[in-house]
């Protein structure tokens, strides 16, 4: 500043002297004259000192010379104007907003270290809010025209959120210029929306002193911030739940593996529910969870069968007669859980309904039960594996049909094979030879899902109504799902309504009603009956990828890449409930049997378990690698559930509820320490000629650390069934508690 | 390797996408040459002066004609809740006693006959 030009021509040249009179004139003069007067005035000893000396000491030879002089109060101004100077002359910046770019840097890292230094419960809430603070620094600092500072910023910090937020950190890493920010879609995304965090009440006040109390050195830019950007929501911290309660906290172990809090991130909500607004209350809707009561007609015909069905098969000395069984899953419903049954048209019931009800409660009875935890080792569970080969990687989707004697696969080149899995003759149709495949020609795109019409085996040798499936929906890239008739083996009808390629076909479970999920970002509910959608299901802010229903058939599941997986009421077609707290692309999504539970897993290998009355998560399944899981299912107890995904592997997880999880956990972990294999995982082997060469998987490997990446597996799995090379497409239970598996050999 | 197969590889890596399988270069290609291609054809039927070579014009006019069809962006959230709306204030429909399969109406399935005429 003023420093710096008179010290560079004080010793060559004589500064052109102000001749404005003595020194000693008032104060009002200028610092700057009076240097320059009391330089030119003071030739000697600056000229030989302005050699070696620098601006630094010319504040202090000046500072000297006026007190020898004693102008006490010329001394005492320029103290007093050169103080906001440092040595250098230049300005001194001791508020951390004066620094420009560097103040979000500063800022940042004051907030990382008191955080790293904090006591360990409050660690865990408080590192959730490094990540927005870091995104609105960045882009504060891109459209403010730091470019230089932007980057190193982004440098400096990004490697700390790559395993949780690695595509967004893709998307942040072009940002560096204001219109990068008004053209970005993730600028804009945190930019307009408010990003919550909540955080206990003691944590929020040590945060809100500290950055108070840090004002100068960086706290201020911090809190400017939050103000600006976030939503920090204060909670108590009981009320937050299980996962941030005091005990939970200090019983966690230090590497476990943050997720974020139900309710944190954008668009911020209540967990569970599907209000985004900031003033959401509190309460959840009500959710009718219970089995679709049946028709009284119904309940009467399938009673009578079960008795006519007893008298010709008594039941066996341990078995309880089917019209015990019966009895007992009626009881089994409270009534006021139970959905209404005029929201939801169904068609009347026929003899195929009845039928199909009492092979039900027959196969429920003669089930393989798995109840609770077998003393120590998990289920004895049987896993038939069906493996394509010579696919060269076509196969999309595979689907069993629910009498296990058929079985679909969908194709990249547009077509579906069905294949018979026990190697019989498909039913002749005219002009084609007999054989046991077929194919089905009619989509112009990829296939990619194919779901068979609920059905189940009949009974051996009846002559009563056949209950196999009689109907194949697919749905491929060119829009459109198509209804396929099993006794004629053609299409009847292409459903068109999606403007996008349709990623997920599922029929309902009463076979009326099937929901498709399309890349246009909604889930369409439809009829067979009815050629548009009877629901338009609009909410998620990516495509639609996965959809199921709920068991009753009066809910629907959908998930997107949006990491939320949305619950909607049909008759109504609102949404119920919403669930955040994936960090990967949602892959496979399924519904518990008893209806209290969906699973929903996702692209970096974690499963979550979700409770649908309270809208918490309940679990966290680790252990299969990344790449998706393609397929989920429960077993009919709903305490036992499989998944298979592209790491080649088929897992079998323990699902229990949380009332009796302690005193499980510390069983099992006595148990996975000893390394107890589990044993009798007996498996059928069925070896054919045909492509469906079923290579059954008996093996039993417990792998504590998942191939030894640093992951390490969650105590809740009870099997691990690697494959050779064959990513798994599809795991389902049958009704006897089976386990049908499909995957393709990829050499 | 083919200069074009080494351009996806490299566009691929500098996107950050270090796994994927192998065919996909040659999908991206593929689709690559099926687009730039049909687009200069039709330029090149759509030039009216001089009948060889594509004009700038003719250009556009290709690359519009087909916005409609090709690459369509997803439909504005607001303006799909407020179609959501209105068709699920519908009641759903009753169903009717029937048997046997349950189609949509003759005209919108393909369950007639080919007569071959």
Same mark, same amino acid.
């Given at each position: 500043?003023s420093g710096?030009?008179a010290?560079?021509t004080?010793p060559?040249?004589? !500064? ?7 020194p ?7 610092p700057q /004259? ?15 000192? =302005?050699g070696s ?5 010319l ?7 006026l007190?020898k ?5 010329t001394?005492a101004?320029?103290?007093?104007e050169s103080a906001?100077q ?9 508020? &951390?907003?004066?620094?420009g770019?560097e ?6 890292d004051?907030?990382k270290n008191?955080? @790293?230094d904090?006591?360990d ?5 408080l590192r ?13 600092l891109?459209?403010? %025209?730091?470019v230089?500072?932007c980057e190193?910023?982004?440098?400096s910090n990004?490697s700390?959120f ?8 893709r998307?942040?890493?072009?940002i560096?210029?204001?219109e ?8 804009k ?8 965090i ?7 006040f040590n945060l809100i002193?500290f ?6 050195e960086?706290?201020?830019v911090? +809190?400017?911030v ?10 108590d911290?009981s ?6 309660s005091l005990a939970?906290?200090l019983? /966690?172990?230090?590497?476990? @593996?943050e997720?974020?809090?139900e309710?944190e991130g954008?668009p =911020?909500?209540?967990?569970?529910s ?6 959401a ?7 009718n969870?219970?089995k679709?009561?049946? @028709? ?10 079960l ?10 000395p341990?078995q ?5 069984e ?5 009881k089994?419903?409270?009534n006021?859980d139970?959905?209404n049954?005029d ?5 009347p ?16 009875r003669?089930?393989?039960?798995i109840?609770g935890?077998t003393?120590?080792?998990g ?8 493996? %394509? ?5 076509k ?6 049909s629910g009498?296990t004697l058929?079985?679909a ?9 069905i294949?018979?899995?026990d190697?019989?003759?498909?039913p002749?149709?005219?002009?084609? /030879? ?13 296939v990619?899902?194919?779901s068979f ?6 009974p &051996?040798?009846?002559d009563?109504?056949?209950?196999t499936s ?5 749905c491929?890239e060119d829009?459109t799902?198509r209804l396929?008739?099993l006794d ?11 403007t996008?390629p349709?990623w997920?076909?599922?029929w309902g479970?009463q076979g009326h009603?099937?929901l498709?999920?399309s890349?246009?970002?909604?889930a369409?509910?439809?009829?067979t009956?009815h050629?548009e959608?009877?629901? +338009?299901?609009v ?6 990828d996965?959809v199921?229903f ?6 629907? %599941?959908t ?5 939320t997986v949305r619950?909607?009421?049909i ?12 960090t ?8 518990s ?16 378990l979700?409770?649908l009355?309270?809208?918490?998560r ?6 299969h690698?990344k790449?998706?899981?393609w397929s989920?299912?429960?077993s009919?107890e709903?305490?036992?559930?499989v ?16 009332k009796?999880d302690?005193a499980?956990?510390?069983?099992m972990?006595?148990?996975?320490n000893?390394g107890?294999?589990?044993e009798?995982?007996g498996s059928?082997s069925?070896?054919?000629p ?5 290579? !059954? ?6 792998g504590k650390k #998942?191939? #030894? ?7 809740e799995?009870?099997d691990c069934?690697?494959t050779?090379?064959s990513?798994?497409? @599809? ?12 995957s393709?050999?990829?050499? | 390797?083919p200069r074009d197969?080494?351009?996806?590889h490299?566009?691929?890596a500098a996107?950050?996408?270090t796994?994927y399988?192998?065919?996909?270069p040659?999908?991206l290609m593929?689709?690559?040459y099926?687009?730039t291609?049909?687009i200069?054809?039709?330029?090149v039927?759509?030039?009216s002066?001089?009948?060889t070579?594509v ?11 087909r ?10 959230k ?6 959501a709306?209105?068709?699920?204030r ?9 048997w ?5 109406g003759e ?11």
């Amino acid at each position: 500043m003023s420093g710096a030009p008179a010290g560079t021509t004080g010793p060559g040249s004589r !500064a052109p002297s102000v001749s404005n009179g003595p020194p000693s004139a008032g104060i009002h003069m200028p610092p700057q /004259q009076q240097q320059m007067q009391a330089q030119s005035n003071v030739p000697q000893p600056v000229a030989n000192q =302005g050699g070696s000396g620098s601006q630094q000491n010319l504040n202090q030879i000046v500072l000297e010379y006026l007190s020898k002089k004693g102008y006490n109060r010329t001394e005492a101004m320029l103290r007093k104007e050169s103080a906001s100077q440092d040595a250098e002359g230049r300005p001194n910046t001791d508020r &951390a907003e004066d620094m420009g770019g560097e103040m979000y840097q500063r800022g940042f890292d004051l907030l990382k270290n008191w955080i @790293e230094d904090n006591l360990d419960i409050y660690k865990s809430e408080l590192r959730r809010l490094l990540w927005p603070v870091f995104v609105y620094s960045l882009l504060n600092l891109a459209s403010d %025209f730091y470019v230089k500072d932007c980057e190193k910023f982004y440098e400096s910090n990004q490697s700390q959120f790559s395993r949780e937020h690695e595509l967004d950190l893709r998307a942040l890493s072009v940002i560096k210029s204001p219109e990068h920010v008004h053209s970005s879609n993730i600028a804009k995304l945190y930019r307009d929306n408010k990003y919550r965090i909540s955080l206990s009440h003691m944590a929020f006040f040590n945060l809100i002193q500290f950055l108070e109390s840090k004002d100068k050195e960086g706290g201020s830019v911090v +809190l400017r911030v939050l103000q600006a950007h976030l939503n920090l929501v204060s909670v108590d911290r009981s009320a937050v739940g299980g996962e941030r309660s005091l005990a939970a906290l200090l019983a /966690q172990g230090s590497d476990v @593996e943050e997720l974020p809090a139900e309710d944190e991130g954008i668009p =911020g909500h209540n967990p569970g529910s599907a209000n985004t607004s900031l003033n959401a209350p509190k309460v959840l809707t009500k959710l009718n969870l219970g089995k679709m009561p049946m @028709e009284a007609e119904l309940m009467e015909d399938v009673r009578g069968d079960l008795q006519d069905e007893d008298m010709k098969n008594p039941p066996k000395p341990h078995q309880s007669s089917l019209v015990e069984e019966f009895e007992r899953q009626i009881k089994q419903e409270p009534n006021e859980d139970a959905p209404n049954r005029d929201d939801i048209p169904l068609p009347p019931s026929l003899a195929r309904d009845v039928a199909l009800e009492v092979q039900k409660v027959k196969e429920n009875r003669d089930r393989f039960k798995i109840e609770g935890r077998t003393g120590g080792k998990g289920p004895g569970l049987s896993i038939t594996m069906f493996t %394509f080969h010579n696919t060269f990687d076509k196969i999309n989707c595979i689907d069993f049909s629910g009498d296990t004697l058929l079985v679909a696969a969908g194709m990249a080149e547009s077509y579906i094979r069905i294949w018979t899995l026990d190697g019989s003759a498909l039913p002749v149709v005219p002009h084609q /030879q007999s054989s046991n495949s077929r194919r089905l020609i009619g989509h112009s795109g990829p296939v990619f899902q194919v779901s068979f019409s609920p059905g189940i085996e009949s009974p &051996a040798g009846s002559d009563g109504p056949n209950t196999t499936s009689r109907f194949l929906l697919s749905c491929s890239e060119d829009k459109t799902v198509r209804l396929w008739s099993l006794d004629t083996w053609s299409c009847l009808v292409a459903y068109r309504s999606h403007t996008g390629p349709v990623w997920d076909v599922k029929w309902g479970p009463q076979g009326h009603y099937f929901l498709t999920g399309s890349n246009d970002r909604t889930a369409r509910l439809w009829s067979t009956e009815h050629i548009e959608p009877l629901r +338009l299901f609009v909410g998620h802010d990516s495509d639609v990828d996965v959809v199921t229903f709920h068991p009753n058939g009066a809910y629907v %599941f959908t998930a997107s890449n949006d990491k939320t997986v949305r619950m909607w009421d049909i008759s109504r077609g609102t949404c119920v409930r919403m669930y955040t707290g994936h960090t990967g692309n949602i892959t496979a999504i399924e519904a518990s049997p008893n209806g209290q539970l969906v699973a929903s897993a996702d692209d970096m290998g974690s499963i979550h378990l979700w409770d649908l009355h309270k809208g918490r998560r309940l679990k966290h399944l680790r252990g299969h690698g990344k790449g998706g899981i393609w397929s989920l299912s429960f077993s009919v107890e709903s305490t036992v559930l499989v998944s298979g995904g592209a790491d080649c592997t088929v897992r079998v997880w323990h699902v229990t509820d949380e009332k009796t999880d302690p005193a499980i956990a510390a069983s099992m972990k006595s148990e996975t320490n000893t390394g107890v294999k589990p044993e009798g995982s007996g498996s059928d082997s069925l070896l054919s000629p045909y492509i469906p060469s079923g290579s !059954a998987m008996g093996g039993s490997g417990t792998g504590k650390k #998942g191939k #030894g990446k640093d992951v390490a597996v969650s105590p809740e799995q009870i099997d691990c069934f690697p494959t050779k090379s064959s990513p798994v497409y @599809e795991v389902s239970f049958t009704r006897m508690n089976l386990v049908l598996a499909g995957s393709a050999f990829m050499p | 390797r083919p200069r074009d197969a080494r351009l996806v590889h490299a566009v691929l890596a500098a996107l950050g996408v270090t796994a994927y399988a192998d065919r996909v270069p040659l999908q991206l290609m593929d689709f690559a040459y099926r687009y730039t291609a049909s687009i200069l054809s039709d330029g090149v039927q759509l030039t009216s002066d001089g009948y060889t070579g594509v004009a700038l014009q003719a250009l556009r006019l290709a690359i519009a004609s087909r916005l409609q069809y090709q690459f369509t962006a997803p439909l504005a959230k607001e303006f799909l809740l407020e179609l959501a709306a209105e068709r699920n204030r519908v009641a759903l429909p009753r169903v009717e006693r029937g048997w046997g399969v349950r189609l949509p109406g003759e005209k919108y399935c393909f369950t007639g006959t080919g007569w071959g005429v």
